[in-house]
């Protein structure tokens, strides 16, 4: 049975006597004065499919102090798990059993098994905690959007279908191992790799006359795929079958899709919308975002206020690539949601501003809604005189500040855990830790 805390610390686990040694124990002290959080963990981590013998494995304590220094400490599950290894700060932070080393396997799959719902939760409790701690300044709000980006390569069609066909093709090559049915198909692993290689390199002329190949190859592969689920399914059922059907059906899906993207853009020379495109196989989630003439990110928006202090007050990820000024009322009932009360005063860039978003933040109480640009709205209409709006708007740059040491020194400028609950996990993970390190700062100055 898994145990919610670790019993007893090692006595040759020590933190360092340094400034980062130090502040890794304030986080941890407070993680010991929030023991609510591990009662939230620990739905997800304790199952009834463990067994009450054998060995207990990491604690719930233990998986999420690991969590964090990930995020804290920027490192892989690898270097994680080598730092854990060694007595010292590391050791100490997350409290390992005096026998515990785990593996980076281990480290990923307990971590993983925490979802983005749980970690939302985490975050809300956590900052209701230092806004009733007199730390978190609610009466005056800045907001702003960034992308965080997925783990994915810049997409290219002719990679998308190889993908599609390297996927597919691989899992009726294993099909044995998978379902105990060996199935005997053709493999195109090879010349879909060459084709889509030679696409790369080619100019327009030849690119045309590649694809004119390349697409009858990845229907060939579609209808392979239905061929094999036909057999597996003819062969009676079990647990690993429908497994590696769902797969199979899944990749199918996103093959078929891929494939009518690239005949449209491709042969009909349709601009195809970006809510209709497929950026990754592996990552069918992520979402195509221009900011203004910026470059094209592939992620996800991220609509977040900060205040006075830096801390992250409310967070939203955001479905597709909807306006900023569609954001800011969301994000208001978010922080209303939390705090149980709404800012006096917000103030977010010039993409924001609308006279509608100036009715509807009066409305759930604001008295200043503030926009960097006017955008036509009179300063009357947003309550506050010119003296008022220039000390607001130095104010509001302090959120670019924030914006740059999550991304750089959490890791949220891409996401690298894999799927969409592993996206949304992965950004409150980094937004959770952000916020601890900023209030350990605080306690230690």
């Not at 209409?381 to 740059?404: H, P, V, Y």
Request: proline fraction near 2%.
């Amino acid at each position: 049975m898994r145990e919610t805390h670790t019993v007893q610390a090692s006595i040759f686990d020590f933190y360092a006597n340094s400034d980062r040694g130090a502040h890794l124990e304030q986080v941890s002290k407070i993680i010991d004065q929030h023991p609510e959080l591990l009662d939230l963990v620990a739905k997800d981590l304790i199952t009834d499919d463990i067994a009450d013998t054998g060995r207990k494995g990491l604690s719930i304590e233990s998986v999420f102090r690991c969590m964090l220094l990930k995020q804290m400490e920027q490192v892989s599950y690898e270097k994680l798990s080598f730092n854990l290894a060694e007595p010292g700060s590391y050791r100490a932070f997350v409290r390992l059993d005096k026998n515990c080393f785990p593996s980076k396997s281990a480290l990923s799959t307990n971590i993983r098994k925490i979802k983005p719902e749980t970690l939302e939760q985490v975050f809300e409790v956590l900052s209701v905690s230092i806004f009733n701690n007199g730390h978190l300044d609610a009466k005056v709000m800045r907001m702003d959007t960034t992308v965080v980006e997925s783990n994915i390569l810049e997409p290219l069609d002719s990679q998308l279908l190889n993908d599609g066909v390297r996927v597919i093709s691989r899992l009726i090559a294993k099909s044995k191992e998978a379902t105990g049915i060996k199935l005997r198909l053709k493999d195109y692993r090879s010349e879909s790799r060459s084709l889509s290689a030679s696409i790369f390199y080619a100019k327009k002329p030849k690119k045309d006359q590649l694809y004119e190949r390349l697409i009858p190859l990845a229907l060939k592969v579609v209808k392979q795929c239905g061929k094999a689920v036909c057999q597996v399914n003819a062969r009676g059922t079990r647990e690993s079958k429908t497994q590696w059907i769902e797969k199979m059906l899944h990749y199918q899906n996103l093959l078929k899709h891929v494939i009518d993207q690239t005949q449209r853009r491709v042969f009909n020379e349709e601009n195809v919308p970006a809510t209709e495109k497929i950026v990754s196989i592996f990552e069918p989630h992520t979402d195509i975002i221009v900011k203004g003439e910026r470059k094209t990110h592939y992620g996800h928006k991220i609509n977040l206020s900060t205040e006075k202090n830096g801390f992250i007050t409310a967070l939203n990820i955001e479905k597709e690539n909807p306006k900023d000024s569609d954001c800011y009322t969301t994000l208001l009932d978010k922080f209303k949601k939390v705090y149980k009360c709404v800012p006096k005063t917000t103030i977010s860039d010039g993409c924001f501003a609308s006279e509608e978003n100036v009715r509807n933040g009066k409305r759930l109480g604001v008295e200043q809604n503030v926009f960097h640009k006017k955008n036509g709205i009179r300063l009357s209409d947003m309550g506050i005189k010119e003296k008022t709006l220039k000390k607001l708007k130095d104010f509001r740059a302090g959120i670019e500040a924030n914006i740059s040491e999550l991304k750089r020194a959490f890791g949220l400028r891409i996401a690298t855990w894999k799927g969409e609950s592993g996206f949304k996990s992965f950004v409150w993970a980094s937004a959770i830790s952000y916020n601890l390190n900023r209030w350990a700062n605080l306690q230690l100055e």
